[in-house]
């Protein structure tokens, strides 16, 4: 059978499936890493009735939240699984997006960046991957980021969460990093701003964050979602 006799195969199998099976199925395919076996469920899904707005709110958006209860559970998980989860997600938002009948609007907006001294990617783009699935606007300032950049920023762009990733000690504590920004936030008065951490020091230490007086932080990637989503919820009351 060629790929299209296996396409409409599939969609046969999906028009009979529940939401739930919907979401095993596209979940075992991330959780294998075969990005094209997950985006067939999706399309698979689309061919079959699901409407684009379905597809995010009710196999995409759940999918992310079983995959967390997931890498809770089990450590074992690796970074492959993580970014790989975050990036189907956002490629199927970022299509499915264009679709909705009327537009939606984002559910809160969180500039992410790493700390400066940091040249460290990968953690911060799972975590906004995620964010974006999650219908929540990102603004990713890249790596090696001072910390008033990270304030002008957040202003300019309305944010409710500054997301500050940081792989090594001395820029998870430096001045520069999550405790400048804290300073900063103070001396402007910008309180309504959480600020949010995340990296190997924190995991080494999960009473870091404390210390260098963020608001939150998370072990992984993609559990950093909802904690993020969290502080959104927080900000807006």
Same mark, same amino acid.
């Given at each position: 059978?060629?790929?299209?006799?296996?396409?409409?195969?599939?969609?046969?199998?999906?028009?009979?499936?529940?939401?739930?099976?919907? #979401?095993?199925?596209?979940? *075992?395919?991330?959780?294998?890493?075969?990005?094209?076996?997950?985006?067939?469920?999706?399309? $698979?899904?689309?061919?079959?009735?699901?409407?684009?707005?379905?597809?995010?709110?009710?196999?995409?958006?759940?999918?992310?939240? @079983?995959?967390? +209860? /997931?890498?809770?559970?089990?450590?074992? /998980?690796?970074?492959? *699984?993580?970014?790989?989860?975050?990036?189907?997600?956002?490629?199927?938002?970022?299509?499915?997006?264009?679709?909705? +009948?009327?537009?939606?609007?984002? !559910?809160?907006?969180? &500039?992410?960046?790493?700390?400066?001294?940091?040249?460290?990617?990968? $953690?911060? !783009?799972?975590?906004?991957?995620?964010?974006?699935?999650?219908?929540?606007?990102?603004?990713?300032?890249?790596?090696?980021?001072?910390?008033?950049?990270?304030?002008?920023?957040?202003?300019?762009?309305?944010?409710?969460?500054?997301?500050?990733?940081?792989? /090594?000690?001395?820029?998870?504590?430096?001045?520069? $990093?999550?405790?400048? #920004?804290? +300073?900063?936030?103070?001396?402007?008065?910008?309180? @309504?701003?959480?600020?949010? &951490?995340?990296?190997?020091?924190?995991?080494?230490?999960?009473?870091?964050?404390?210390?260098? *007086?963020?608001?939150?932080?998370?072990?992984?990637?993609?559990?950093?979602? !909802?904690?993020?989503?969290?502080? #959104?919820?927080?900000?807006?009351?």
């Amino acid at each position: 059978m060629n790929m299209s006799g296996c396409f409409i195969q599939l969609c046969r199998v999906i028009i009979l499936m529940n939401n739930q099976e919907l #979401i095993d199925l596209y979940n *075992q395919a991330v959780y294998d890493t075969d990005r094209d076996a997950a985006l067939e469920v999706i399309h $698979g899904a689309l061919k079959a009735g699901k409407t684009p707005e379905e597809i995010v709110f009710e196999i995409i958006i759940p999918a992310l939240d @079983q995959t967390v +209860k /997931m890498i809770e559970n089990d450590d074992s /998980m690796c970074l492959a *699984q993580h970014f790989m989860t975050s990036q189907i997600a956002s490629e199927v938002v970022d299509e499915m997006l264009p679709l909705f +009948k009327t537009e939606t609007e984002h !559910r809160g907006t969180v &500039v992410i960046g790493s700390a400066f001294g940091d040249l460290h990617s990968l $953690g911060k !783009r799972i975590v906004a991957g995620c964010l974006r699935a999650n219908m929540i606007e990102v603004f990713d300032l890249g790596v090696n980021v001072p910390a008033e950049r990270f304030i002008d920023e957040a202003i300019l762009h309305h944010a409710e969460v500054i997301a500050v990733s940081s792989m /090594m000690m001395h820029t998870a504590r430096g001045d520069r $990093g999550a405790l400048g #920004i804290r +300073k900063i936030l103070e001396e402007r008065s910008l309180s @309504q701003i959480r600020l949010v &951490v995340g990296g190997a020091p924190f995991r080494f230490n999960p009473e870091l964050y404390k210390i260098v *007086q963020a608001d939150a932080w998370a072990p992984d990637g993609v559990s950093a979602s !909802r904690v993020i989503w969290e502080l #959104i919820k927080e900000v807006r009351g």
